[in-house]
């Protein structure tokens, strides 16, 4: 009898564990690409594994600077953009700390982050890129 009560507490638990948020930390320098001059420079993308599902994505925790710590005048960098998989940011999509709901599709897929810059050498800080499982 404790067995089944304890296999069953387990089953109960697995959707919790299923739909718990998961997050990828991007670093404002080193995940920085800057390509509206052409070739593109700077740094590689985050990347990080989502389940098939839909998700409130938003950016947390940000002290992503554009000029070496300043935050003012419009140098706080506030948008982080994502993409990957076949849902709705298949061809990428702007992340604020407003979350936003994107659609993965297509089982298991690499959702990639990046902060854009004209130049990212300056760039300091990081930001926490939430991904919170919704209906």
């Given at each position: 009898?404790?067995?089944?009560?304890?296999?069953?507490?387990?089953?109960?638990?697995?959707?919790?564990?299923?739909?718990?948020?998961?997050?990828?930390?991007?670093?404002?320098?080193?995940?920085?690409?800057?390509?509206?001059?052409?070739?593109?420079?700077?740094?590689?993308?985050?990347?990080?594994?989502?389940?098939q599902?839909?998700?409130?994505?938003s950016?947390?925790?940000?002290?992503?600077?554009?000029?070496?710590?300043?935050?003012?005048?419009?140098?706080?960098?506030?948008?982080?953009?994502?993409?990957?998989?076949?849902?709705s940011?298949?061809?990428?999509?702007?992340?604020?700390?407003?979350?936003?709901?994107v659609?993965?599709?297509?089982?298991?897929?690499?959702?990639?982050?990046?902060?854009?810059?004209?130049?990212?050498?300056?760039?300091t800080?990081?930001?926490?890129?939430l991904?919170?499982?919704?209906?």
């Amino acid at each position: 009898m404790r067995n089944k009560l304890i296999t069953a507490a387990l089953v109960a638990m697995i959707p919790l564990m299923c739909d718990a948020a998961t997050s990828v930390v991007i670093d404002a320098k080193a995940n920085c690409l800057s390509s509206y001059v052409g070739a593109v420079s700077g740094g590689t993308s985050a990347r990080l594994a989502l389940a098939q599902g839909r998700y409130a994505v938003s950016l947390t925790s940000n002290t992503m600077s554009c000029n070496g710590g300043m935050l003012g005048g419009g140098c706080n960098i506030d948008t982080a953009i994502i993409q990957g998989g076949f849902g709705s940011i298949r061809w990428g999509g702007a992340v604020t700390a407003r979350p936003t709901v994107v659609e993965i599709g297509g089982g298991v897929v690499n959702v990639y982050a990046y902060v854009s810059d004209d130049r990212c050498s300056d760039n300091t800080g990081q930001a926490t890129l939430l991904f919170e499982p919704t209906n």
